[in-house]
């Protein structure tokens, strides 16, 4: 199965790369296993993973193993695989030298046959980890790596190296280091990635403190493309190779600063420059006027944010931020005097188009208020704007964007058995395109919400949670003239939520969940706020369960599903009933927590769908979970 890893990136964030460590050991050092498995309607997947690490006092092994397949039941059953596999060996932990070996295997299959459908990857490395201090590790390995692609199997040298520099103190300053370099010739393709990142803390007193990042990256891949006719017969190949190279540098400063202990500021500010180059390896100048040019994409983004934080006494406090980015996108493709300039100079024009600068500027404000012990208020309103400029004529996507967001929550606990919160918000968005070509597109789209929340436990073994919703979305375009025909819509619903828990005894309990929307879309005039409704949906799903604890690690369930929703469709102002779905059946499910290292999940359930003008037919889903801590 593989492991999955999921990155949350801003601006300043480190680019995707590979994950590759020179110790090869996974990134998480827990022991454990998990297998899972679900059935949902046609499609069926499974995934398993394994992370295992120990040793010896002069020996230390950590082994990864990953593993996920897909199969998607049609007429053509479309299934795919992959797989990842690490594994790490170190002798002498923690010496000054320590020998060292990894080995990895990458595996991808995919029948549905979209871009890299069969790829795969072996390497194994061997070198020694070097201390010449107690902050400063350099680690060289070499290798072997044999890489399949387009049906072809490349093999050559591989070379890693990674250096760390743990906390080492200059002058008050806290920095650490961490960098690392693979390089794979595989001939007659290259796979390259580096990446280095340097930070540096300093802590000053009253709870202030500035942290500096420094950071660049590298990642280039060779690819297998089809060759066309004319390289095919200059060159005796059948595949051409297309370079793409991504180099990053960014560099971020971050100060903290309490002024009192209910007051502080915050000043980030950063650079970052990123660059996406593509070229080919086989060119044929048969054919002038057919080019085929290396191309180049920069990206430059400067930004900074400022923050205020306060908080007044203990009744009040709040936060102010203002946020400054400008980024500009450039694409160009290179000259090549082998081809007619006039087709060179097209493709050129192509790219240029592409070209943009987008200038955001926002700022935010949040307060909350205590007006008793039981009562609290938040309000939190931000504004942002958006200038996206082209600079070619030919690209008519220049506009401003502008969002308006404000909300007010207020939460009370009437008793100890009561509490209400009531929320409301709205949302403003406007696209304006500046150019003439564009400016029909120009739309209002206004977001409004009401949310009451109300939670009851009139006794200790019952719980009932009901929430309550009422929206209105309006999509109204600048220019909605009679002659132009009705383009701006509207959508509204209502929606209920109930959650309701009974604990019959201490082992046995009953759950029950319902939520109901109903929601209209239909088109609209703003002018006059008039509305001519053209569909109309009505959605209930109720969740009935009877949970029982045979023991405190062995928990069995056993209820049953409803779904139905009802389509409307208007002739004149009344409903006409178009479409039916309904689906019902039992669920069932276990929850054994075998011992304290191991918990089985499976769940279950059997729908039987009925729908407007198809036949009933009946549906099984499941699913499993094991996990074992080892």
Known sequence: MCLCLSMIASAWSQPPGDNFRAGGGPADSSNGARILFDKIFSTYRWQGLLLYGGGTPGFRYDIGQNFRSTLIRTNTNLITDEETFRASFRHGPGDRIEPSAAMSAYVLSDRRGLGLSDVSSYSVHAGAAWRPSGVLTIEPLAGYRADRQSDRTDRGISYLLRMEADTFDYAGYVSGFDGAWEYNRLDPRTIETRRAQLTSRKSFPGDSRNTFELRYYRNRRDFYTPADADVMTEFGVDRNIETRAEDMFSVRDSLLYNVTPGFSLAVNAGVLSRGIGRESKYKSYADPGRPLLNSAVDEL????????????????????????????????????????????????????????????????????????????????????????????????????????????????????????????????????????????????????????????????????????????????????????????????????AD???????????????????????????????????????????????????????????????????????????????????????????????????????????????????????????VTMSLNVSL
């Open 301 to 496: 983004t400067i930004g900074g944010e400022f923050i205020a934080a306060w908080a007044v006494s203990a009744s009040l406090d709040g936060r102010f931020a203002l946020v400054l980015q400008e980024r500009s996108e450039t694409h160009q493709a290179e000259r090549d005097d082998g081809y007619h300039e006039t087709a060179v100079d097209s493709l050129r024009r192509i790219q240029e188009r592409k070209n943009s600068v987008g200038k955001r500027t926002s700022m935010a404000l949040a307060l909350d208020v205590r007006l008793s012990p039981s009562h609290r208020v938040s309000v939190s309103a931000s504004g942002t704007i958006l200038r996206y400029d082209t600079p070619s004529i030919l690209n008519t996507d220049d506009r401003d964007d502008l969002w308006y967001l404000a909300s007010v929550t207020s939460r009370h606990r009437l008793s100890r058995y009561l509490s209400l919160t009531l929320s409301a918000d709205a949302s403003l968005t406007h696209l304006v395109y500046l150019s003439s070509a564009r400016s029909a597109d120009n739309t209002w789209n206004r977001i409004l919400r009401l949310s009451p929340h109300a939670t009851w436990t009139p006794f200790r073994f019952l719980v009932t949670s009901n929430r309550f919703e009422v929206l209105a979305n309006y999509t109204v375009y600048d220019f909605d003239t009679p002659g132009a025909g009705v383009r701006s819509f509207a959508f509204r619903q209502f929606a209920l």
């Open 499 to 621: 959650s309701t828990v009974w604990s019959l005894t201490k082992r046995a309990s009953v759950e029950w969940n319902s939520h109901v929307r109903l929601y209209e879309r239909g088109n609209l005039r703003w002018d006059d706020f008039s509305e001519r409704p053209v569909s109309y949906f009505e959605d209930f799903t109720h969740i009935g369960t009877v949970r029982y604890a045979a023991t405190p690690l062995l928990i069995f369930s056993l209820g049953i599903r409803y779904f139905s929703q009802m389509r409307f469709d208007y002739a004149g102002n009344r409903r006409v009933p178009q479409q039916f779905l309904r689906s019902v059946g039992p669920a069932t499910g276990i929850e054994w927590s075998v011992s304290s290292r191991t918990a089985l999940t499976v769940k279950g359930w059997y729908e039987r769908q009925s729908r407007t003008g198809l036949p009933d037919h009946g549906i099984a889903n």
